[in-house]
C-alpha cells in the first residue's frame, strides 16, 4: 500500500499590526492518502490596503501509472501585490513526486516553480529560480552524494534531539540585492528597510519530502505579520497492510 501526501496553498498569513487577523488560506488543497484529486481557487481578493491578488488556485494529485505511484503539488498566484512594495504577474510553486516499486524513497522535482516579472520598490528583478540542479538530483541519497554546490548552497542536516532531524533548507534563488541600493542581505533574506524581509524560493528538503515556499514574508513596520505565497509539498511513502488492488 502507498500513502500519498499532498497539499499546496495560494496564500496564508497573519496580521499582527495595525490590526490582529489571521488571513483564511485562500486556495488550499489537500491529497488523501489513498491518491485522488483536489482543487480549489479563489478569485480577486483584498486584505485592507496590505496585500492583494487578481486570482489563485492549489491543486494536489495522486495516482498509480505503469508501476509507479506518482504525487502532484501545484500553487499558482497572479497579479500578487504586498504593501505596493513587492508585487509578482505570476508565483508558481510546482512539486511532482514518483516512486517506482523496490526503490529506497520518492524522486521529487520542481520543474515548472518560478516567479514572472517581480518588482520590488518597483525594479524588475531577475528572480532566478534554479531548479535543474535539483531536477537532476531528485533523491536525498543522490544530494548526499552530489558535488559541494548542494553543502554550500544549504545548511547542514543535524539533529535537533535524538530523535529528531531537520531538513535541508536554504533557497533556490539567486538574486543580489546589488541591483537596489536600499537593499541589503540578512543570512538567505533580502531586508527591505520599513517593510520587512523576503524570503524567495525557500526550500526544505528531507527523505522522500520536499516543500518550497516560493515567497515568505515577514512584514516589519510600520505593518508587522507573515504571509506565505505560492507553498507546495509533497512527498509518499510504503506502508500499512493493503495493496494497490484492495
Not at 11 to 26: C, K, S, V
Amino acid at each position: 500500500m502507498y500513502l500519498y501526501n499532498a497539499n499546496a496553498i495560494g496564500l496564508a498569513g497573519l496580521i499582527r499590526r495595525p490590526i490582529g487577523q489571521t488571513i483564511e488560506n485562500q486556495a488550499s488543497a489537500c491529497l488523501g492518502t489513498i491518491g485522488g484529486f483536489d482543487r480549489a481557487v479563489a478569485e480577486a481578493f483584498h486584505f485592507d490596503e496590505i496585500l492583494s491578488f487578481r486570482g489563485a488556485y492549489a491543486e494536489t494529485a495522486g495516482f498509480e501509472s505503469d508501476g509507479r505511484n506518482v504525487t502532484l503539488a501545484r500553487a499558482v498566484v497572479e497579479g500578487l501585490n504586498v504593501l505596493d512594495i513587492v508585487k509578482a504577474d505570476l508565483v508558481v510553486a510546482s512539486l511532482s513526486g514518483e516512486y517506482r516499486r523496490g526503490e529506497a524513497e520518492s524522486r521529487i522535482l520542481l520543474a515548472g516553480s518560478r516567479v514572472e516579472n517581480l518588482r520590488i520598490l518597483g525594479v524588475p528583478v531577475d528572480a532566478n529560480v534554479q531548479t535543474q540542479f535539483f531536477d537532476e538530483h531528485d533523491t536525498f541519497a543522490k544530494l548526499e552524494h552530489s558535488d559541494p554546490k548542494f553543502r554550500k548552497l544549504f545548511h547542514d542536516w543535524g539533529s535537533v534531539d535524538t530523535q529528531v532531524k531537520r531538513p535541508y533548507s536554504g533557497s533556490l534563488a539567486n538574486v543580489s540585492p546589488e541591483w537596489l541600493p536600499e537593499l541589503r542581505r540578512n543570512g538567505l533574506a533580502i531586508e527591505i528597510p520599513n517593510f520587512g524581509r523576503i524570503h524567495l524560493a525557500e526550500f526544505f528538503i528531507q527523505p522522500s519530502h520536499r516543500r518550497l515556499n516560493m515567497l515568505r514574508i515577514e512584514l516589519g513596520s510600520p505593518v508587522g505579520g507573515r504571509l506565505v505565497i505560492a507553498s507546495a509539498s509533497c512527498n509518499g511513502l510504503t506502508g500499512g497492510s493493503g495493496t494497490d488492488d484492495d
